[in-house]
Nanobody, 124 residues
């Protein structure tokens, strides 16, 4: 079992940047692919990005392509995401979670070991 803790959220103006981290404890994170989701109040949890266990492949949802970058450091048991050119519609709680089957990376039901989330608020 692995436990995930997200950090790095906060309040930022539109156009600004934030870097979120997902730190793992327990089992090595290199055993898993990792995804990031976001959930705004009253809305579903949406896929935003995922990274293969080795870091050799990444995938992004269309709304964040070109602005967000996901990376990982298996030696440090962490996955990070750099978010640039943030928009007010990006206001949400951001979660990381582990994934076994890469082909199903956009489906939240395929993920386990969810972190508690970190809040990102983008002001206009």
């Amino acid at each position: 079992q692995v436990q995930l803790v997200e950090s790095g959220g906060g309040l930022v103006q539109a156009g600004g940047s934030l870097r979120l981290s997902c730190a793992a404890s327990g089992r090595a994170l290199s055993n898993y692919h990792v995804g990031w989701f976001r959930q705004a109040p009253g809305k579903e949890r949406d896929f935003t990005a995922a990274i293969l266990w080795s870091g050799g492949s990444t995938d992004y949802a269309d709304p964040v392509k070109g602005r967000f970058t996901i990376s990982r450091d298996n030696a440090k048991n962490t996955v990070s995401r750099q978010m640039n050119s943030l928009r007010p519609e990006g206001t949400a709680a951001y979660y990381c979670a582990t994934l076994r089957r890469w082909d199903y990376r956009t489906s939240p039901t395929e993920y386990t070991n969810w972190g508690q989330g970190t809040q990102v608020t983008v002001s206009s």
